[in-house]
């Protein structure tokens, strides 16, 4: 396996720098960072930290910009990325937790799974986690603990042959479930996680993006059911 880390970024000039660096520490220099669209100097901040940044001249959204992340890492020869948010809310420290858990399965999707116990956690973060994750596992048919978690490794090839066309967060939802239907199983890590970072800025909408993760719910729901018979055996064969 060649692992490197897949950082997008929105308008988080304060943050993104720090974590390039922490994350080079542990990848060194295996580290990609997509600015989509970035008004606030964010592709400067990276580049100054060491890190190659492609950039979206206009903001397509999250999911936009880790497929283009994953472009990036097949064409420069990796097999697996560590993806994870500029933001600060995730600790480049626990990357060699997913990179271990990869050695270990290197056909899974390894899933960040947060510590969302500590006061830090909001409580509406805490809720909508474990609406989508009911909706993953009843839609993806296999268990998933984090639907909405950003730290995650993904084996490259397979991902980008999911065919996920969600350009916003609720790529990490579908991603999930589409890696159900085409057998490719998820496996969870826990990680910490820190909502109160200085200068930490977070573009997910708490009523717009939940609405596209339900609407999106909606229409994987009957996606299953029309795999439900190819999923029936694939789960018949996994007793």
Not at 73 to 84: E, N, P
Not at 143 to 154: E, H, K, P, T
Request: hydrophobic letters at 45%; aromatic letters at 10%; glycine letters at 8%.
């Amino acid at each position: 396996m060649k692992i490197c880390a897949v950082i997008p970024v929105y308008n988080n000039a304060a943050t993104v720098g720090d974590v390039v660096t922490r994350a080079r520490a542990v990848l060194e220099p295996d580290v990609l960072v997509v600015a989509d669209g970035s008004t606030d100097g964010s592709d400067d901040r990276a580049r100054e930290a060491g890190a190659p940044v492609i950039v979206h001249p206009g903001n397509l959204g999250k999911g936009r910009a880790i497929l283009t992340g994953l472009e990036e890492a097949r064409a420069r020869g990796f097999t697996h990325a560590v993806v994870l948010d500029a933001d600060g809310q995730h600790l480049p420290e626990n990357i060699p937790r997913l990179v271990e858990a990869a050695w270990a399965f290197p056909d899974r999707i390894i899933v960040g799974t947060r510590r969302m116990d500590g006061n830090n956690s909001p409580v509406a973060s805490r809720r909508g986690r474990s609406i989508s994750n009911f909706w993953a596992t009843l839609d993806g048919w296999q268990r998933c603990r984090d639907a909405q978690s950003g730290f995650r490794l993904y084996p490259v090839e397979q991902t980008l042959r999911l065919g996920c066309r969600e350009p916003g967060f609720a790529f990490e939802m579908e991603v999930l479930i589409r890696s159900g239907w085409a057998g490719v199983r998820l496996h969870h890590v826990a990680v910490d996680v820190r909502y109160d970072w200085p200068g930490r800025v977070s573009h997910f909408d708490m009523r717009a993006d939940n609405l596209r993760f339900t609407w999106l719910s909606f229409r994987m729901f009957w996606g299953m059911v029309v795999r439900l018979p190819l999923l029936l055996w694939r789960a018949f064969q996994r007793l």
